[in-house]
Structure formats: C-alpha cells, structure tokens
C-alpha cells in the first residue's frame, strides 16, 4: 500500500522534494507543449481537461479516498482575478498554510477559466487541481454529512486513509463524528476563477453595486459539461451544491442563483443532478 500511495502522488511527474519539503512543477514551456491531456478511460468527452503537475508541500498531511466516496460537486469561486491560473491559486493554498497546519496543494480538484460579462480572457479553460483519489479541502474541516449505505461500507472497510507522502497511510477515526463524516471526503470542488460577490473589507476585490458580475452563459455551459463528464464517468455523484450550503461564506457569489440553470444545461447532455 505505501508503495501505491506514493505512485499515486507522483505519477506522471519527475518532481523531486527540495530541502524545504516543496515539490516544484515543471517548467511552464514544457506544461505548453502539450496543452491538452484527454484521459482516454472517459466514456465520453463533453469537456477537455489541461493536466499539470503542481509545487507540493511535503511536509503537510492529506487523507486518499475511494472515488466511490464522492457523490456531491461543490461549487466555488476562487475571488481571483478571471485570469488567474490554477498553478496561481495553489501557490496562493500553499501560502495560506502554517507550521502548525500546512496545505498540501491546491484545495479544488478542478479549475474553470472563463470570462466575465464583457471579459476576455485566453480560450476557457478547464484544469485538474487535486486528483479526485486525494481528500480536497473547500468544504469546510469542520462541517460533517450523513453517509449513505455505500459510503458506510467503505468506511467501515477503513478504505479512508491519511498521512504524508513517503509515510504509510493511516486509519484516521476522527475523520467522522456521530455517524458523520468530514464533508470533504464526499464531495469534490469545482472553483471558478473570479469574483463573483460584492465588494466589502473582507473581499476588496468584489464587485461594486454598479457593476455586478455573473457567470456567462460560456461559464454556466463549462460547469455543466465537467459536472456532466464526472457524473458520467462516476456515477455514484449525483448532487450540485454550493460552498455557502455547508457554512456561512460569500462563496460563490452569484453563481449560486445559477445552479438550477446548470442542472438544467448538463440535462442536455444526458446527466441528472438533484
């Protein structure tokens, strides 16, 4: 097993750990070469999807899952520029980390680029962030869900395991709590890059009252094709929520008014979302 779970971490990368602890990504020219990486394993493909590697704090720990675990998408907006990149917002993940609680790597496991209303930015753009086997961390370390049958088993299987790279993983017990389990380990986060809430202290980079913004119908469509290719390719996911449904947060802004138009959109290509 630790021979699996330190493959699964750095397959299809030479990334070296630095004295740091960091694990550096490869040059930008070379990630250019070859922009697209479509995973043939897809049963269809609605959306392409931009794999990368990423700089990796070695020395935080993280939890692998089964993807049978995950049954909900999470949306979020990343209060970034539109133009942020998804190396950008990992950068941005890994400094919010301390001595006492560093972050791994990037907290979403897939980046949407895509304008604003009279925006531009280069081609719309969809990146993997977390490998979906690796726990994320958007939906709150404090929040807790019910499990279903499926999810009981498995994790009375202890097929949840957390640690450090080059460490044997480990059982965490505390991972659920009368019954529930850290939402994280059920969900999967989606950010779209931008700021889609108001402008106040604590967002400065928000929107004024003037000038809202919302996701384009580009962006509504994106969302509902990536959603669509996941459920398609996992189907146990069956849900589209939001960050501010599991605690008190402005995320995702306006894209939150849109969920219901996006169920519909990935409707049409053949998923249901409740």
């Given at each position: 097993?630790?021979?699996?779970?330190?493959?699964?971490?750095?397959?299809?990368?030479?990334?070296?750990?630095?004295?740091?602890?960091?694990?550096?990504?490869?040059?930008?020219?070379?990630?250019?070469?070859?922009?697209?990486?479509?995973?043939?394993?897809?049963?269809?493909?609605?959306?392409?999807?931009?794999?990368?590697?990423?700089?990796?704090?070695?020395?935080?720990?993280?939890?692998?899952?089964?993807?049978?675990?995950?049954?909900?998408?999470?949306?979020?907006?990343?209060?970034?520029?539109?133009?942020?990149?998804?190396?950008?917002?990992?950068?941005?993940?890994?400094?919010?980390?301390?001595?006492?609680?560093?972050?791994?790597?990037?907290?979403?496991?897939?980046?949407?680029?895509?304008?604003?209303?009279?925006?531009?930015?280069?081609?719309?753009?969809?990146?993997?962030?977390?490998?979906?086997?690796?726990?994320?961390a958007h939906a709150g370390s404090n929040v807790f869900l019910p499990m279903d049958e499926e999810q009981k088993r498995l994790w009375a299987e202890k097929k949840?395991?957390?640690?450090?790279?080059?460490?044997?993983?480990?059982?965490?017990?505390?991972?659920?709590?009368?019954?529930?389990?850290?939402?994280?380990?059920?969900?999967?986060?989606?950010?779209?890059?931008?700021?889609?809430?108001?402008?106040?202290?604590?967002?400065?980079?928000?929107?004024?009252?003037?000038?809202?913004?919302?996701?384009?119908?580009?962006?509504?469509?994106?969302?509902?094709?990536?959603?669509?290719?996941?459920?398609?390719?996992?189907?146990?996911?069956?849900?589209?929520?939001?960050?501010?449904?599991?605690?008190?947060?402005?995320?995702?802004?306006?894209?939150?008014?849109?969920?219901?138009?996006?169920?519909?959109?990935?409707?049409?290509?053949?998923?249901?979302?409740?």
């Amino acid at each position: 097993m630790k021979g699996l779970f330190i493959l699964l971490l750095i397959s299809g990368s030479f990334a070296r750990a630095d004295e740091s602890g960091f694990v550096s990504a490869p040059n930008v020219s070379q990630l250019m070469e070859y922009p697209y990486e479509v995973n043939s394993e897809w049963p269809v493909e609605l959306i392409n999807i931009l794999k990368i590697s990423y700089q990796r704090n070695t020395e935080a720990s993280f939890c692998l899952r089964p993807t049978e675990m995950v049954d909900t998408i999470v949306l979020h907006h990343s209060e970034t520029s539109s133009t942020a990149t998804a190396q950008y917002i990992n950068q941005l993940h890994l400094a919010r980390g301390t001595s006492d609680d560093p972050w791994y790597m990037i907290a979403y496991s897939y980046v949407i680029n895509s304008p604003y209303s009279g925006g531009s930015i280069p081609s719309p753009l969809v990146t993997e962030g977390r490998p979906l086997e690796i726990v994320g961390a958007h939906a709150g370390s404090n929040v807790f869900l019910p499990m279903d049958e499926e999810q009981k088993r498995l994790w009375a299987e202890k097929k949840v395991l957390c640690g450090k790279e080059n460490e044997e993983p480990k059982f965490d017990p505390t991972l659920v709590k009368e019954g529930k389990i850290k939402a994280n380990v059920t969900t999967l986060g989606i950010v779209i890059n931008g700021n889609y809430s108001p402008f106040s202290s604590t967002n400065p980079g928000g929107y004024s009252k003037k000038a809202p913004r919302y996701p384009t119908a580009k962006t509504q469509d994106m969302i509902a094709r990536l959603s669509c290719q996941l459920q398609k390719k996992y189907p146990r996911i069956k849900y589209i929520k939001w960050h501010s449904y599991y605690h008190s947060t402005s995320c995702p802004g306006t894209i939150k008014s849109y969920i219901g138009q996006i169920k519909t959109k990935a409707k049409r290509y053949g998923c249901d979302f409740k």
